[in-house]
């Protein structure tokens, strides 16, 4: 079975999800939906309601400008070179991501806030006291953080976005988030985190 729906069940299992009811059979239309409250966006939060754009594009906005700042301060305060080179290649991925997000919330005529959420500045914040190794142990594990929530959230665009340019956004995402959260469990399983690939 090398179908998309088996590729999606495996991310679901990789990253602890939850099985989504009747997501292996979900198809682009609208008429999945299956709580009645969902066109007005009420029960968002639950795993089997569709995802609204204007819920979901500020958090990807969100997550990918918190990739650039910390893949920035990647490259100025980190000891290992594959740290370095991974925040790099998040400034450059994670920057055409936020392009495409902005684009699409635009056309949707959905405000972004501007910045990061209390939580990501916070992070941001600690990661600006830290250097060295240091620095690159705490990068790590907030990236791998922030990497597993990224691919949650955008395997639900995909998967139950309320549009077809949300479920194209989470779509397009997934295997940039893949790839970089691989990279960052195979920096973080070095022992000395020094080694690059």
């Known amino acids: 079975m090398r179908t998309p729906s088996r590729k999606l069940a495996v991310l679901a299992v990789a990253t602890g999800i939850a099985a989504l009811p009747a997501w292996a059979g979900a198809t682009p239309d609208r008429t999945t939906h299956r709580v009645p409250t969902d066109h007005h966006g009420h029960h968002g939060h639950h795993r089997s309601a569709v995802l609204p754009a204007a819920v979901f594009l500020p958090k990807a906005a969100a997550g990918n400008r918190f990739e650039i700042v910390t893949g920035q301060l990647a490259q100025q305060r980190a000891q290992s070179d594959a740290v370095k080179a991974l925040g790099a290649m998040f400034v450059t991925d994670h920057t055409a991501a936020l392009q495409q997000v902005t684009q699409v919330a635009a056309t949707l005529g959905i405000s972004l806030p501007a910045g990061l959420d209390p939580m990501q500045q916070a992070i941001v914040d600690r990661l600006q006291t830290l ?5 690159d142990a ?9 990497h597993r929530m990224a691919l949650r959230l955008h395997l639900r665009a995909a998967i139950r976005g309320e549009n077809d340019a949300v479920r194209t956004l989470g779509q397009n995402a997934l295997p940039v ?21």
């Open 138 to 146: 705490a990068w790590l594990h907030a990236q791998i953080q922030a």
């Open 131 to 135: 250097s060295g190794a240091e620095f």
């Open 177 to 197: 988030i893949t790839k970089h959260l691989g990279e960052l469990l195979d920096i973080a399983g070095d022992a000395g985190y020094h080694h690059g690939r």
